[in-house]
């Protein structure tokens, strides 16, 4: 089979036409880890970069000199500037950037309404979409404030890599959604905080709630609801907006993998779905690829190697190299067979592969380890 | 309860688990709750529907139940049994409603999840409970707390009524000594910083915490042996294969990256064990995990003193 071509994100990064590298991926495979490297790559190579992470390691946050989540960027100390570039970095506050969101779009004296409700306390602080949301709605606050030649963006830790395109608008169409219209409704009409009946079903349907809820908790949602209708639109309306810059030409998206099936599946998902939106994919990061340097010497000569100076006595040292000589190659085997699904099915996507170490990269010397193998 | 930093193996170790817990005749359900239809994929059967089906037998007879937990499908259940409500359920489904609950306070969601949990353990038949045990592939540590501390989730949006009825009753019964999570790991740095933090974060919440099950445990080849080039060389030729200075060198490097590797390894089994929680250890499989490979990791729980009360 071919090998697939050499991704060289050092010419992605270099390039004064990108102006956004989105990694994206499925959990624990290494994205934090990339972007950190592309995005110190590119300031030592002279632009002005900024990295958005949204839930990186500790050690490698705290390498970069992030210890708090902090919703404005902060200046990368230790990066080489000779070239005349700079690295900040920033890990994302959801619950501010949402807290910006609305104060965007209402009257302060809603904002503070709005603040103050249980359900939007509930809904800003966890994970069903929000992240997603607002990293892209930080991601769009940093492009329109065009101080930075490039932005890296990290993608929030979810299950499936395709998340980050999709729960922002399924935020969004829920924000703007049907149920909320319905809830709204005596709110518009003049009802206060009691549901009016709009239609038969519907007053069934409220009948049931209040039985499962309870009359209180259909309060404080009617409320909530009430408040956020100045923001109708807003939401859905900033989504699109942000989705659609990611089809510009400056971007690009890498998808980030480890040689795993589950993180290569997600990887194939992905790909396909960039190339039905269009999306510009440059490449795929296969990170901690394990090698060997005697690939000639086969787990199966190895191991009867070993057997046969077990049965002489000899060299028990040489022995036990060669069992662990064994199972580096049939991970090797193992590796490429999980990572050839990926470049079979897809023999055009560029693909660069970092060499897995023993211990995981947390400083700036690590990440730039990282980014020569990616060049 | 098995929990565990996402690619730790959680899913695997938790059909380990239930395998285990059957064994010698016993019957226990497995559950999974984030709609992956992770366990129909490692036990190698259609995506499972929502009602409990039988998917193996345990060592020694037994047998092993699985359901894939849906909130919808939960809350349906959960009308028809309290209020009698079939239709009103397909009048929430038409307008979303439970997309809309889980959207808005994730915490409902929950409620909705681990109360199918709690119904389950404890279900009785003529006055027996049906399962000796029951054991949910939890979702990862990342989330875990929230998950399980359900009452906090939703205090703030039900102070009284149904809701908050149904979740302190669950609480009830994941604070009760019938509960105990078991957190996955693996002999790397972020799934052991992980386990350490959900382990203190469960603590807080009152929910007994297991032991720490450490997942892909490789024997310790080379610890403690001195490599030299020399003794290599004289080694493969020994043992009639080619010794010429490059294959020397790769092995000598990879004997390197191994030693570097078991002294990590070392270090970090050592904070596992500082957590001060019981350990089990399964065996890394080379083969990757099949559903025979799922047998072997039961054994090896068996072997270790796992089983049912």
Not at chain 1, 73 to 97: C, F, I, S, W, Y
Not at chain 1, 143 to 155: G, K, N, Q, S, Y
Not at chain 2, 218 to 245: F, I, Q, S
Request: proline share 5%; charged share 25%; net charge neutral.
């Amino acid at each position: 089979m071919n090998a697939p071509p050499r991704l060289d994100l050092d010419a992605v990064v270099r390039n004064p036409e990108t102006r956004i590298v989105v990694c994206c991926g499925s959990g624990g495979v290494g994205k934090t880890t990339t972007a950190a490297a592309l995005a110190l790559r590119a300031a030592e190579a002279g632009r002005r970069t900024v990295v958005l992470t949204i839930d990186p390691a500790r050690r490698l946050a705290q390498s970069m000199g992030l210890t708090e989540l902090d919703n404005a960027p902060r200046q990368v100390k230790g990066v080489n500037m000779v070239n005349g570039g700079e690295l900040h970095a920033m890990m994302l506050d959801m619950k501010r950037t949402f807290d910006e969101v609305v104060l965007a779009h209402t009257e302060p004296d809603r904002a503070e309404e709005i603040f103050a409700n249980p359900f939007y306390q509930a809904m800003s602080s966890t994970f069903s979409g929000t992240q997603e949301y607002m990293a892209m709605e930080k991601l769009g606050q940093l492009r329109a404030a065009d101080e930075w030649d490039l932005i890296v963006v990290d993608t929030p830790p979810s299950r499936s890599a395709l998340d980050f395109l999709d729960a922002p608008q399924r935020l969004a169409r829920f924000l703007d959604g049907r149920i909320l219209r319905l809830l709204m409704a005596p709110a518009r009409t003049g009802g206060r905080g009691v549901l009016k009946l709009v239609s038969a079903s519907f007053s069934f349907f409220n009948r049931v709630i209040t039985k499962i809820l309870g009359a209180q908790l259909l309060t404080d949602v009617s409320g909530f609801v009430a408040a956020l209708d100045s923001m109708f639109g807003g939401f859905r309306e900033r989504a699109e907006q942000t989705y659609n810059l990611l089809k510009t030409p400056g971007t690009a998206f890498v998808v980030v993998a480890a040689p795993e099936p589950d993180a290569v599946r997600e990887a194939s998902y992905f790909a396909e779905r960039l190339a039905d939106e269009r999306m510009p994919l440059v490449g795929l990061v296969l990170n901690r690829v394990h090698r060997t340097g005697a690939l000639d010497l086969s787990a199966e000569q190895s191991l009867a190697a070993a057997q046969r100076l077990d049965a002489k006595g000899d060299s028990p040292i040489t022995a036990s190299v060669l069992r662990v000589h064994a199972d580096l190659v049939q991970l090797v085997a193992r590796e490429r067979r999980v990572a050839a699904r990926f470049t079979s099915a897809h023999p055009h996507i560029p693909v660069a592969e970092v060499p897995a170490e023993p211990e995981d990269v947390h400083d700036l010397d690590g990440l730039r380890r990282v980014g020569a193998a990616l060049a | 309860m098995v929990t565990g930093k996402g690619g730790t193996g959680k899913t695997t170790v938790a059909a380990a688990l239930a395998l285990a817990l059957a064994a010698g005749g016993k019957r226990t359900l497995l559950l999974e709750v984030e709609g992956r239809q992770g366990i129909a994929q490692l036990f190698d059967v259609p995506p499972l529907p929502y009602a409990e089906r039988k998917i193996a037998v345990a060592p020694r007879g037994g047998e092993v139940r699985a359901l894939a937990v849906d909130a919808e499908e939960a809350l349906l259940e959960y009308l028809d049994m309290f209020y009698k409500l079939g239709r009103a359920g397909k009048a929430l489904k038409k307008f979303g409603a439970i997309d809309f609950a889980a959207t808005i306070a994730p915490g409902m969601r929950d409620v909705l999840l681990t109360g199918k949990v709690k119904e389950a353990v404890t279900r009785t038949e003529r006055g027996h409970r049906v399962y000796d045990a029951v054991v949910l592939d939890a979702p990862p540590t990342g989330r875990i707390g929230r998950f399980l501390n359900v009452t906090a989730e939703v205090a703030g949006l039900a102070r009284m009524g149904p809701i908050k009825t149904q979740s302190d009753g669950v609480m009830a019964v994941l604070r009760s000594p019938m509960t105990s999570v078991h957190v996955v790991s693996l002999l790397e740095e972020m799934p052991v910083q992980e386990t350490s933090d959900a382990i203190t974060e469960l603590t807080g919440t009152g929910i007994p915490v297991g032991t720490v099950m450490v997942n892909a445990v490789r024997a310790p080849a080379l610890a403690g042996a001195r490599v030299t080039a020399a003794e290599l060389k004289r080694g493969l030729t020994a043992a009639g294969l080619p010794a010429d200075k490059a294959t020397v060198k790769a092995l000598v490097d990879e004997a390197t990256d191994h030693r570097t590797r078991l002294t990590l390894e070392e270090r970090l089994r050592g904070e596992l064990e500082e957590l001060g929680r019981p350990m089990l250890e399964l065996p890394f499989l080379p083969d990757g995990v099949d559903l025979g490979g799922l047998y072997t990791l039961a054994d090896a729980l068996c072997e270790q003193g796992v089983s049912a009360p």
